[in-house]
């Protein structure tokens, strides 16, 4: 359980809910839901709130998943996006609360970047150096967008669902009281085992290396 915020916020921009949209999902077991899109949102990307349920508490779990169309449309077997999205999608189905799915592919490099990183992976870089060696950050995503969006729907304090402390820390430091963070599971396999091993040791994700999927 995380302690309540007492230090100074940075301010995001404030963005209001442009439509909502019912859809029925069979990845979350057949439970209606809402597409929720917003206007002025920071980098004018078209970013999507999925909100599941009604929240079984006063404090609604929330995933925040960047976008992988290898993973979350193909099922790739590189990478945990496809398996962490249904799972995240089943636990909020269950609860009540929502999955900000963000367009951040590849870490917010983009899908070609992506997969030209993906070729020096082959080589023996580990994620986060294949990104650097294509003159990349590790790491591009900021989550004042999904704060933002947050604010919108009214979900100022969460339970985050997440294996990633970057995520918790900003956006705490956006504003948003992340009151606890969940553990999604060890979606492990033979091919993504480097991956999730990198994401461990070098980003701090809370993976037991030893987990099978």
Partial sequence: MYESQTTAVVTVPEVTVRARVGVTLHRAGGQRAELVTFSGLPDAAEHLAI?????AQSVPVVRLHSECL???VLGSARCDCGPQLEESLWRIAADGGVVLYLRQEGRGIGLYNKL???LLQDQGADTFEANQLIGREADERSYDVAAAMLSALGMKRIRLLTNNPDKVAQLREYGIDVVDAIPTGVHRTVENARYLEAKALRQGHTIALSGTS
Avoid at 51 to 55: D, H, L, N, Y
């Fill in 116 to 118: 030209d990183a993906y």
């Fill in 70 to 72: 290898t993973g979350d």
């Fill in 51 to 55: 909100v599941v349920g009604e929240p």
